[in-house]
């Protein structure tokens, strides 16, 4: 599995499972099944305000982690796949 290989290499650095990288990729893999509930059930609201508050979190992590270190937020941004690559 994805998230069983991805554990695997991110408890391989930090060996914690409260690491910032950890609690990021949680939040993905919650983000992503929230996400496609949401487009069979789209009146859930309150899955929607779950959505919310999870996104404001994952947002929150990747703001302190993009201050502490640059070059582990933009692997970690990298290997989840969270943002589009910028073109210039």
Do not use: C, W
């Amino acid at each position: 599995m994805v998230k069983n290989s991805l554990i695997s290499v991110i408890s391989q650095e930090k060996k914690k499972k409260g690491s910032v990288e950890f609690q990021v990729f949680n939040f993905t893999n919650k983000i992503r099944r929230l996400t496609s509930h949401l487009e069979l059930h789209r009146k859930d609201y309150l899955s929607q305000r779950g959505l919310r508050k999870i996104l404001g979190k994952r947002q929150r992590l990747l703001a302190y982690l993009s201050k502490k270190n640059r070059v582990r937020y933009k692997e970690l941004i990298e290997q989840l796949a969270i943002r589009e690559p910028k073109t210039r």
